[in-house]
């Protein structure tokens, strides 16, 4: 893949990121335990594409 590709697709994945902290940290002030759980580790995958973009 092309850098500028790969550029594009990192700042996809890094605002989707962002995102799912915001996510986490609303579902964490509700004490939904379970919505946390998915929601880290649906960060944890969005953070290893990430890391794998770059």
Known sequence: MD????QSQAD???RLY????K???H???QGNSLH???LEAEA????N???AAR
């Open 3 to 6: 850098t500028p590709m790969k």
């Open 12 to 14: 996809i994945l890094s």
């Open 18 to 21: 962002d995102m799912k902290q």
């Open 23 to 25: 996510q986490l940290a």
């Open 27 to 29: 579902a964490l002030q």
């Open 36 to 38: 946390c759980q998915v």
């Open 44 to 47: 944890e995958a969005i953070s």
């Open 49 to 51: 594409a990430l890391k």
